[in-house]
């Protein structure tokens, strides 16, 4: 296998956001990176520092343009949007959320929960897998042989981890392995994805903290 046969796409999740209420901010404008979030995103974009990045995708939203930045600068790279990594849509959004409280507890919510393996209160995890696939193979076709980097958030991220391995995409949120500014990178030999990889070059985080 030559090197221009292989190419590699990191998913990115967003640093940390600051969000004081605890709410489920979604597709919400207006939700930044804290100061810890800015501090992830510098940390990930010196541990790609050595990469061969030649692209930088970002989901629209303001939390993924600002993770984006600091790695498409140390390669003297534009972001560019790519509206197909956007959060999932989710009819809480606004909302306080938590395992038998906040808005959950409310019995007009109630028939949102109807069908957690659609699910029923959001964007459906298909649509969610096919259209980050669609946003991976676009920035594998433009970053052939070398590395891109895709900013986007939790839930798609980890919905394509587990289409591409062929698991159910219902799940435990409370087991997602998609840290705050992790990386969980696609290894491609031509069109074929040969490897998955994850990595948390920031460290750790709770995947069911409110507001991360």
Same mark, same amino acid.
């Given at each position: 296998? #030559?090197?221009?046969?292989?190419?590699? !796409?990191?998913?990115?999740?967003? =640093?940390?956001?600051?969000? @004081? #209420?605890?709410?489920?901010?979604? %597709?919400?404008?207006?939700?930044?990176?804290?100061?810890?979030?800015?501090?992830?995103?510098?940390?990930?974009?010196?541990?790609?520092?050595?990469?061969?990045?030649?692209?930088?995708?970002?989901?629209?939203?303001?939390?993924?343009?600002?993770?984006?930045? /600091?790695?498409?600068?140390?390669?003297?790279?534009? !972001?560019?949007?790519?509206? %197909?990594?956007?959060?999932?849509?989710?009819?809480?959004?606004?909302?306080? !959320?938590?395992?038998?409280?906040?808005?959950?507890?409310? /019995?007009?919510? $109630? @028939?949102?929960? %109807?069908? +957690?393996?659609? /699910?029923? $209160? =959001?964007?459906?995890?298909?649509?969610?897998?096919?259209?980050?696939?669609?946003?991976?193979?676009?920035?594998?076709?433009?970053?052939?042989?070398?590395?891109? *980097?895709? *900013?986007?958030?939790?839930? +798609?991220? $980890?919905?394509?981890?587990?289409?591409?391995? =062929?698991?159910?995409? $219902?799940?435990? +949120?409370?087991?997602?392995?998609?840290?705050?500014?992790?990386?969980?990178?696609? !290894?491609?030999?031509?069109?074929?994805?040969?490897?998955?990889?994850?990595?948390? @070059?920031?460290?750790?985080? #709770? /995947?069911? *903290?409110?507001?991360?």
């Amino acid at each position: 296998m #030559s090197s221009s046969d292989r190419t590699v !796409v990191h998913l990115l999740r967003h =640093g940390e956001v600051y969000n @004081p #209420s605890g709410i489920l901010y979604g %597709r919400l404008p207006g939700f930044h990176l804290s100061e810890h979030g800015h501090n992830q995103a510098e940390i990930v974009a010196k541990a790609l520092a050595d990469a061969d990045i030649t692209v930088v995708h970002a989901s629209p939203l303001q939390r993924a343009q600002e993770t984006a930045a /600091p790695v498409a600068a140390a390669h003297g790279l534009q !972001v560019i949007t790519d509206e %197909r990594l956007i959060e999932a849509d989710n009819r809480f959004e606004g909302k306080t !959320v938590s395992v038998g409280g906040g808005a959950l507890r409310a /019995p007009q919510y $109630w @028939p949102l929960l %109807r069908d +957690p393996f659609k /699910p029923s $209160w =959001g964007e459906p995890y298909l649509r969610i897998a096919h259209r980050m696939l669609a946003a991976v193979h676009s920035a594998r076709t433009e970053a052939e042989g070398h590395e891109a *980097v895709c *900013v986007s958030h939790q839930l +798609p991220i $980890w919905t394509l981890r587990r289409f591409v391995t =062929g698991q159910r995409l $219902w799940h435990d +949120p409370r087991r997602r392995q998609c840290a705050l500014a992790s990386l969980t990178s696609l !290894v491609f030999v031509g069109t074929e994805l040969t490897q998955l990889q994850y990595s948390e @070059p920031a460290g750790g985080s #709770s /995947p069911v *903290v409110t507001g991360a």
